[in-house]
């Protein structure tokens, strides 16, 4: 039952294609905040309906949402 918005954002779309899911994560504006002193990252602007899709998909997709993915990571 998890859905994400038309492109129009005018209706919910229950069975939405692998494109139009990549297009809404795509322009929602997620940004990855590294701070190069303390070490850590912060991931921003992730929409609840992604959050619970990428929950919904596994850990495998959760990864990359993730700021622990980041944290060992070379900037």
């Known amino acids: ?15 939405p294609s692998l494109m139009r899911l990549y297009q809404y994560i795509g322009n929602s504006g997620i940004v990855l ?9 912060s991931v921003l602007g992730l929409p609840t309906e992604v959050k619970l899709v990428l929950v919904a998909m596994g850990d495998e997709w959760c ?8 944290q060992d990571k070379a900037f």
Do not use: F, M
């Open 33 to 41: 905040q590294c701070n190069r002193s303390s070490g850590k990252v």
């Open 63 to 70: 990864r990359y949402y993730l700021k622990s993915y980041y």
């Open 1 to 15: 039952k998890l859905t994400i918005p038309s492109p129009d954002h005018k209706v919910q779309l229950e069975k």
